[in-house]
């Protein structure tokens, strides 16, 4: 079907990055276990009794092991999670974009249309924070592949259609899933629906109505 090429869009895209909530409360839980491994170690301490192999083992663990593991992925993953992320929609295909950010280096790659067989607005059941409840229905865009794409962001990586838990056909063997919790991540989706629909509305497809208007 023939098409008019549109001005590209642009489209930040809110979510899609690492728990950093996670990491911290992991960061949190470790610093508490070791101040409560060293609160029952004291009166040892204050009493001169050497600590067996497994003690030590242990206060090792829980007073530099584990926080250290934790500060690690953290201080990993912080770059990333405040690193702007970017869908451009334009003539030559659908890019993914994450910005570089301190020690992140990025990371971007430009799906061609030729290589998107079917793009799909659906509905999923997401875990959710900012939902009333801990599960919450969420759009989200399945961008089915002809051919794996290499590069592609953490937030848009290519997946086998084959594990698609909402049990629908796939009309291609590959798919990447734009979406997921919050709902500043469900205005993004849309604003990338509306994009790609405009430009491509050959290759649009909505399954389901009741959030996609």
């Known amino acids: 079907m023939a098409h008019r090429p ?7 895209v809110f979510g899609g990055g690492p728990d950093v909530l996670g990491r911290a409360g992991l960061l949190f839980s470790s610093v508490v276990a070791g101040g409560l491994t060293a609160y029952a170690l ?6 001169g009794a050497p600590l067996s192999p497994a003690e030590a083992l242990f206060a090792a663990a829980a007073l530099v092991l ?21 869908v451009v929609v334009g003539a030559a295909g659908v ?12 990371r971007r790659a430009l799906i061609p249309w030729d ?14 924070r900012d939902g ?11 961008l089915y592949l002809r051919r794996g794409v290499s590069g592609l962001p953490r937030f848009a990586r290519c997946a086998n259609a084959g594990r698609l838990r909402e049990g629908r056909d796939a009309p291609a063997a590959l798919y990447t899933r734009i979406g997921g919790r919050g ?31």
């Not at 004291?42 to 009493?47: H, I, Q």
């Open 6 to 12: 549109t001005a590209p869009r642009t489209v930040r």
């Open 42 to 47: 004291c009166p040892r301490f204050g009493a």
């Open 66 to 86: 584990y926080p250290a593991v934790a500060v690690c992925s953290l201080v990993l993953a912080l770059p990333r999670a405040l690193a702007r992320r970017e």
């Open 95 to 106: 890019e993914a974009v994450e910005s570089p950010k301190w020690w992140f280096q990025g």
């Open 115 to 128: 290589a998107i067989a079917e793009v799909r607005a659906e509905t999923v059941r997401v875990r959710d």
């Open 132 to 142: 009333p409840a801990r599960y919450s229905d969420r759009p989200v865009l399945d």
């Open 183 to 213: 709902l500043l991540m469900e205005l993004s989706v849309r604003r990338i629906g509306e994009a790609i629909a405009e430009e491509r509305p050959d290759l649009f497809q909505v399954t389901e109505y009741p959030h996609w208007p």
